[in-house]
């Protein structure tokens, strides 16, 4: 079975066929005004050949039962009720960005993935149970957000140093709050916690971008996600 893994950002799409390596990904431009249409169109640009059987697509937007329940923040409209396997003549697993990416991370037991890139993508898997979760979006303090003080945006005006800071603390109460095993830190930005080991507590650890083309194989390929990450059949 040939899977076809697509990641879908604010900026833009990439797609990895299982089987190939890392440096195979293909990628397009999205942004605001990307529209499931122009994903249809992407993913036939990318791979003309149609030479996959099934689909798992992360995208940046709340996912519930393999639906989105919102309409992607950095992307255009018309995702809420898009009948992705129909549209694309294949069986679909669509998943949060987060959520797909933490899954390519797991190593078993119960964690909790914080994806740390321009706003904070959260899941958690507790014995391949995978659960998208939205905490990025709760109060925090000052009448802000988990992710107002962990973004790129903060990241940006505060400086490096400071934003490390705050992701320590977030870090920390979402470890004595969901009592998970261990944490992973993934997404873009996880590199710049990467370069100061001295500040990681033993229970981190840092993840990659590319874990979530893995996580995009995964749900096909072990059976003990198809509870949690069910089939959209065309």
Known sequence: ???LAVDIGGT????????????????????????PENML?????MRPEGDYDVLTIGMPTAIRGSAP????????????????????????RLMNDAAMQAVGSYEGGKMLFLGLGTGLGT??????????MELAHMPYKNEKTFEDYVGEEYREEK????????????????YHALLPE??????????????HPDEIPPYVRIGANANAFLGGFKV??????????PVLSP
């Not at 190939?20 to 529209?35: A, Y």
């Not at 169109?41 to 640009?45: G, R």
């Not at 899941?123 to 998208?132: C, E, G, H, M």
């Not at 261990?182 to 370069?195: E, H, Q």
């Open 1 to 3: 079975m040939k899977i």
């Open 123 to 132: 899941a958690l898997i507790n014995d391949y149970q995978v659960d998208p």
């Open 41 to 45: 169109d992407a993913i036939k640009e």
């Open 182 to 195: 261990y944490i992973c830190l993934g997404g873009g930005n996880s590199r710049k916690i990467s370069k």
């Open 220 to 229: 096909w390929q072990d059976d003990r996600y198809e509870s949690s990450v």
């Open 69 to 92: 329940v919102m309409e992607p923040i950095n992307l255009g409209t018309g995702w809420l009720g898009f009948d992705f396997a129909k549209h694309l003549g294949k069986p679909v």
């Open 12 to 35: 833009g799409i990439k797609t990895l066929l299982s089987g190939e390596e890392i440096g195979q990904r293909t990628r397009v431009l999205s942004g605001p005004d990307f529209t």
């Open 159 to 174: 400086g490096s140093k400071h934003w490390r800071k705050e992701v320590w603390k977030v870090v920390d109460i979402m």
